[in-house]
């Protein structure tokens, strides 16, 4: 019985490590929890989302994102973004390749557009996050990975 309990207290140990370890990688700096948005995300209060990591300043605020994950998709998308999990590929509205020049500052995180017209939609928006970074312009603007 003692063997059985330290090797399960081995193998949360290693998980718990495993965790922090790739977590570590990820830079949280300036970064906030989903759910509670003034308070800060720690490395260690994270789910998996969209093969990447989404961070909160709790565990109850992951249970809150899971039980309504499509309010909470475009924050946990500029999430993504913001922590390096997932670079921009296109255009968020058209899909096209990005022209230089276009860019902007979405909270702290630079997206750039197609065109004029595109980037001038973006800054006109008053919920730019909403806009941007909602599934089917986080679908055809960036991808996770590298």
């Known amino acids: 019985m ?24 990820i830079k949280l700096d300036g970064i906030n929890c989903l759910v509670a948005t003034s308070k800060p ?7 998996d989302y969209k093969g990447a990591k989404v961070f909160f300043c709790c565990m109850n605020c992951p249970k809150a994102f899971a039980a309504d994950t499509a309010k ?8 993504l973004v ?43 928006e008053k919920d730019q996050i909403s806009l941007i970074f909602s599934d089917a312009a986080f679908e055809k603007g960036f991808k996770v990975g590298k």
């Open 72 to 79: 909470f998709a475009p924050k946990a998308n500029h999430q």
């Open 82 to 124: 913001a922590t390096k999990q997932a670079t921009q590929k296109a255009c968020p509205f058209s899909g096209q390749p990005v022209t230089a020049g276009t860019e902007i500052k979405v909270a702290n995180v630079e997206v750039g557009f197609c065109c004029e017209m595109c980037q001038g939609k973006a800054k006109a």
């Open 41 to 47: 995300a720690k490395a260690e209060n994270s789910v």
């Open 2 to 25: 003692r063997t059985q309990t330290m090797f399960v207290a081995g193998a949360a140990l290693l998980v718990m490590l495993t965790a922090a370890v790739a977590a570590d990688a």
